[in-house]
């Protein structure tokens, strides 16, 4: 009797918590795109806040150098959110677009770093493109090869 019971509480517990589950996919799936800064389930980014916060941290930036940053990364967020949105794109002219998005904010960001803060920043987006690469599944470029925004990754120490 004790298992029956158990059994019945059991198929209870599971028929519950799949239309709850179910019940919460479906409202996932209306909402609008999280307004943290993802983009999608594709892309999990840091929403532009906590970029500069990062950013200002490891780069030691200015208050100046912070205050023309923000409204670059809060730009790219807002595109990439549109992006994300266009379902009249293909997945390659989404793919190109994204490329195009994130080299026009880094040449922008770029320009505001002195040398030294440009070549830490270079170093982080180089990395950060490894560790994309490396949880995708693909294989970095080879040595020495241009990446998808022109410039040569730095070497690694071997």
Avoid at 58 to 63: H, N
Avoid at 81 to 110: G, H, P, V
């Amino acid at each position: 009797m004790q298992s029956k019971f158990n059994a019945l509480a059991l198929t209870g517990l599971l028929t519950l918590g799949m239309t709850a589950g179910a019940a919460l996919a479906q409202d996932q799936s209306s909402a609008p795109p999280p307004q943290s800064g993802t983009y999608g389930t594709h892309n999990h980014r840091m929403d532009p806040d906590t970029q500069l916060k990062r950013l200002t941290k490891q780069l030691d930036l200015s208050s100046d150098q912070q205050s023309q940053i923000k409204p670059i990364l809060e730009s790219r967020q807002q595109q990439m959110q549109a992006l994300w949105q266009d379902q009249s794109l293909s997945q390659t002219d989404r793919r190109q677009k994204m490329t195009d998005i994130q080299s026009d904010s880094t040449n922008k960001i770029e320009a505001v770093l002195n040398d030294t803060q440009k070549q830490k920043y270079e170093q982080m987006q180089a990395q950060m493109k490894q560790r994309m690469m490396q949880r995708h599944g693909g294989a970095p470029p080879a040595e020495g090869s241009a990446s998808p925004d022109g410039s040569t990754p730095p070497s690694s120490p071997q």
